[in-house]
């Protein structure tokens, strides 16, 4: 196949003060034309400092020491000013991970749209308008000659996605590279996301270049993958070889640490052990070699080179660097596909929790209500109620030692209802009980008290904690708070880093100093300083490498047996809710729509939304692709709340009953509950 982008030997330096880091070394790679090329491995593999070599968009301390990147035919490393501009937008796009910082906040849309199009000097300013307004429809954004004259914080998450597809497609670029475009999506905006770039590319004809560290869309979207780990390409193939006869040791790892391949009913998570190693040094022998289970001494002393095999599923060839493949070094080894199975380490699993009959926390028919605007200008308007429910008529239920999984998309509810519970969010009605203790309308000097056996992780792990303080004051912060003098604070907190494995010398560090997994294990630590008996987790695993999520997770259930710790667990990551959870709720538009055991609700879902739920989930097995979404559209609006049925706007099973009357909670058998005129199942 014609080849449009080909990389020969980059080598990429950065300058820090602790000295000069070797981000990519070595790293050759051919992208054909018309294909989608995924390029997966863990937090500081090099993937994003790889596409912005293309894009030259390095950092001002950055040095390129060596290699070419050749687009069709000409050397992007040579270009001028003029040449760069023209490459960017015209003949690459990007869409970047983060949309709310790469687009700008203080200009609309159709601003940022129009100043794109410059270059088309033939168009007027009409013209370029309407193609703008055009493209929008395109990506699927409903009523876009309104919408583009909105800004970025008027858009949720997944049109501020689309609408940075649709900057990326404006110029009808022949290479577009997006880097974790559906990085804390829900899973149904995220299915939408890869159904709009599989159709870009057949209607743009466009290559297309995917960074991602989520498996599920690597296989559903891409035909080919680069696996990357600590600076190079350690293996090349078609992605229905990689997925299914991968070679190197570390994408074996990689793949088996999905939660999604694991059975069911084991609540622990494969891991890789170690971490990507320090750059600062290049590494003598293979760079996984400290991590690799099958590691000889000819790993340790000897690079090993790249090797061609043909691809077992598909006879395509497939590129791996290591010793095991190559016919100098094989001997050392024994046989490969029995030995690099065991590349992981795995926890031993824990026993059954048994549900206890009086509940940890009850809450009953809770209501939380936030103003909409304020009281003049509701006056002004002729506004009798400015408020919306973020959460209505809830009922839950958690014992000790137990866990109850949250699941649904984002504005369901599920983050409001974890903070009303350590009484950061207002309750506006219904209760909230804690060991029987009514928690609504608790003073303040009540609720510190409270606060000792209710913790709460939180969503960001670095914003979360204060950048003032290093973690050895970060983990004795909540002793001093309560007043607890229990040993030396110097103590307690040594303490603590052993109990998430952390090494002591971690205790001087601050936060931007720590790797995303890092920083979570010391979140955990500090929730479970004074020993609470229930921990809140506020997406306990978001934007973590997959090997790192089953660190966190088999963390959280060893702490969990050992402690009898409950847990609210709050994800829109369903493959990990199935994994740790005893019970499972879904949350939509601040109701809970279905409740009951967790694997009953995965296996046959009562309600269209926990199917659209299950369906949603990206499978990482390229043979199972899906062709069509499970639900289109998103979350209404709290301000306008849809008649009858709340989710019938998007329910295939939808009649004039959920559009006219309101479903009331129905009981099912084995004790699950489901609020729908006509469930899926009896």
């Known amino acids: ?304 080179t790249d090797s061609t095999l043909p691809g077992e599923f598909t006879g395509e060839r497939q590129t791996v660097r290591c010793h095991i493949y190559d016919p100098e070094t094989y001997r050392c080894f024994e046989t490969p596909s029995a030995a690099m199975c065991s590349s992981v380490s795995e926890a031993e699993e824990p026993a059954a929790t048994t549900r206890s009959a009086e509940p940890l926390l009850a809450i009953d028919g809770l209501r939380i209500r936030f103003p909409s605007m304020g009281r003049l200008r509701a006056v002004a308007a002729g506004v009798k109620d400015p408020f919306v429910d973020a959460v209505l008529d809830v009922s839950l239920a958690l014992a000790p030692g137990e866990t109850l999984g949250l699941a649904g998309e984002s504005g369901s509810g599920k983050t409001t209802l974890g903070r009303s519970v350590v009484g950061l969010s207002s309750i506006t009605s219904g209760s909230v009980k804690f060991r029987g203790v009514e928690l609504a309308g608790l003073s303040q000097r009540r609720y510190k008290r409270v606060r000792r056996d209710i913790s709460m992780m939180f969503q960001d792990p670095v914003g979360s904690l204060s950048p003032r303080r290093n973690v050895e004051q970060l983990l004795t912060e909540p002793f001093s708070i309560h007043g607890v003098r229990d040993g030396r604070l110097r103590q307690q907190a040594l303490r603590l880093c052993d109990m998430v494995s952390l090494p002591a010398n971690f205790l001087s560090r601050y936060p931007h100093e720590l790797s995303g997994g890092q920083a979570r294990r010391v979140g955990v630590a500090r929730a479970l300083a004074l020993n609470p008996a229930l921990v809140i987790a506020d997406e306990p695993t978001a934007g973590l490498d997959v090997s790192v999520q089953g660190e966190i997770l088999n963390l959280m259930i060893e702490l969990q047996d050992k402690y009898r710790l409950a847990y609210l667990i709050i994800s829109h990551n369903l493959p990990v809710i199935r994994q740790i959870s005893n019970r499972l709720a879904v949350m939509y538009l601040g109701r809970i729509v279905e409740q009951g055991d967790c694997e009953t609700v995965f296996q046959t879902p009562a309600h269209p939304y926990s199917e659209a739920l299950v369906r949603g989930t990206p499978n990482p097995d390229p043979t199972r692709r899906r062709k069509l979404v499970s639900v289109e559209g998103e979350v209404p609006s709290l301000t306008n709340r849809p008649g009858g049925c709340e989710f019938h706007p998007r329910c295939p099973y939808a009649t004039d009953r959920c559009r006219n009357e309101a479903p009331t909670e129905t009981a099912l058998s084995g004790g699950r509950t489901v609020r729908c005129h006509f469930p899926l199942v009896a």
């Not at 014609?2 to 030997?9: D, W």
């Not at 491995?41 to 596409?51: A, D, N, V």
Request: with cysteine; hydrophobic share 40%; net charge negative.
């Open 1 to 304: 196949m014609e080849a449009l982008l080909e990389i020969f030997g980059l080598d990429v330096d950065f300058n820090t003060p602790r000295g000069r880091v070797h981000a990519l070394r070595g790293v050759t790679m051919t992208i054909p034309k018309g294909r989608i090329l995924g390029v997966v491995g863990e937090s500081g593999s090099g993937k994003t400092t790889l596409i912005w070599s293309i894009m030259q968009l390095l950092a001002s301390n950055s040095t390129v020491g060596g290699g070419e990147v050749r687009f069709r035919g000409e050397d992007v490393m040579n270009f001028g000013t003029d040449a760069l501009r023209s490459f960017r937008g015209e003949e690459a796009a990007m869409v970047f991970q983060d949309p709310m910082t790469s687009q700008s906040p203080v200009l609309c849309y159709r601003q940022q749209m129009t100043d794109i199009l410059y270059r088309r000097a033939g168009l007027s300013n009409r013209d370029k308008a309407a193609a703008a307004v055009q493209m929008m429809r395109r990506v699927g954004i409903p009523d876009p000659e309104s919408r583009i004259l909105h800004f970025p914080h008027q858009f949720s998450g997944g049109m501020r996605q689309r609408a940075g597809i649709a900057m990326a497609l404006l110029m009808d670029p022949s290479l577009l590279i997006a880097d974790e475009p559906t990085t804390a999506l829900d899973v149904t905006m995220e299915a939408q996301i890869i159904h709009l770039i599989r159709e870009a590319r057949a209607e743009f004809d466009a290559t297309v270049m995917l960074v991602s560290h989520n498996l599920g869309l690597i296989a559903e979207l891409c035909d080919e993958v680069a696996v990357m780990y600590a600076g190079e390409i350690v293996e090349h193939g078609e992605v229905h070889d990689i997925f299914f006869h991968a070679k190197h040791p570390y994408t074996r790892a990689l793949l088996r640490c999905n939660p999604a391949h694991e059975l069911v009913d084991r609540r622990f998570f494969p891991t890789i052990p170690g971490d990507v190693p320090d750059l600062h040094e290049h590494p003598v022998g293979c760079v996984f070699a400290p991590r690799c289970p099958q590691a000889a001494d000819t790993c340790c002393t000897q690079k090993p």
